[in-house]
T-cell receptor
Framework: AQKVTQAQTEISVVEKEDVTLDCVYE???????LFWYKQPPSGELVFLIR??????QNEISGRYSWNFQKSTSSFNFTITASQVVDSAVYFC???????????FGKGTRLSVIA | EPEVTQTPSHQVTQMGQEVILRCVPI?????FYWYRQILGQKVEFLVS????????KSEIFDDQFSVERPDGSNFTLKIRSTKLEDSAMYFC????????????FGPGTRLTVL
């Protein structure tokens, strides 16, 4: 069975600090996909990134970066120079190949204080 | 940019009543999903739908739930006799193809059962 663990329930940082959100996953599939979604207070799910299991290259998008390590089954997300607008709940998710359902972690609530 | 839409944004109903949540997936997409998020909890898969039939469903998706695509554009989730514990945010998602499992989420419908 697939499982996603986000051990950090809540994180609070001061604006401009860097913050890393942890995600550990379990799967027996050789082909799988990892995702991060942002859920602001308004409630919608905002897609941030999708990574497939064959691509371990780290990715950077502006202040966001992702570190995918198959050896530790982790897909961590770092926000550099955090801003108040980054305050949200962040979900890591996992799916198998094909159009299989996403399995979400419990989320990490990030609060960025001005 | 095409997007998944959901109506209503908020539905309030009395326990025991039937509700229908509506979704309009992106027009050329082939795979459709419903997910549920109880307040403060993680997003959970309910059901996936392809080629006019259910392709996969979770344990949550019991006989009280049904889905259909009545007219080639709408994708609906019906709850026959709502319970208090059905109160949640319901997200619809659609996906264009089998590769990459790229699921696009709608903004959600918040269902409140009184």
């Amino acid at each position: 069975a697939q499982k996603v663990t986000q051990a950090q329930t809540e994180i609070s940082v001061v604006e401009k600090e860097d913050v890393t959100l942890d995600c550990v996953y379990e799967t027996r599939d050789t082909t799988y996909y990892l995702f991060w979604y942002k859920q602001p207070p308004s409630g919608e799910l905002v897609f941030l990134i999708r990574r497939n299991s064959f691509d371990e290259q780290n990715e950077i998008s502006g202040r966001y970066s992702w570190n995918f390590q198959k050896s530790t089954s982790s897909f961590n997300f770092t926000i550099t120079a955090s801003q108040v607008v980054d305050s949200a709940v962040y979900f890591c998710a996992l799916s198998g190949s094909g159009n299989t359902p996403l399995v979400f972690g419990k989320g990490t609530r990030l609060s960025v204080i001005a | 940019e095409p997007e998944v839409t959901q109506t209503p944004s908020h539905q309030v109903t009395q326990m025991g009543q039937e509700v229908i949540l509506r979704c309009v997936p992106i027009s050329n997409h082939l795979y459709f999903y419903w997910y549920r998020q109880i307040l403060g909890q993680k997003v959970e898969f309910l059901v996936s739908f392809y080629n006019n039939e259910i392709s996969e469903k979770s344990e949550i998706f019991d006989d009280q739930f049904s889905v259909e695509r009545p007219d080639g554009s709408n994708f609906t989730l019906k709850i026959r006799s709502t319970k208090l514990e059905d109160s949640a945010m319901y997200f619809c998602a659609s996906s264009p193809r089998e590769v990459y499992n790229e699921q696009f989420f709608g903004p959600g419908t918040r269902l409140t059962v009184l």
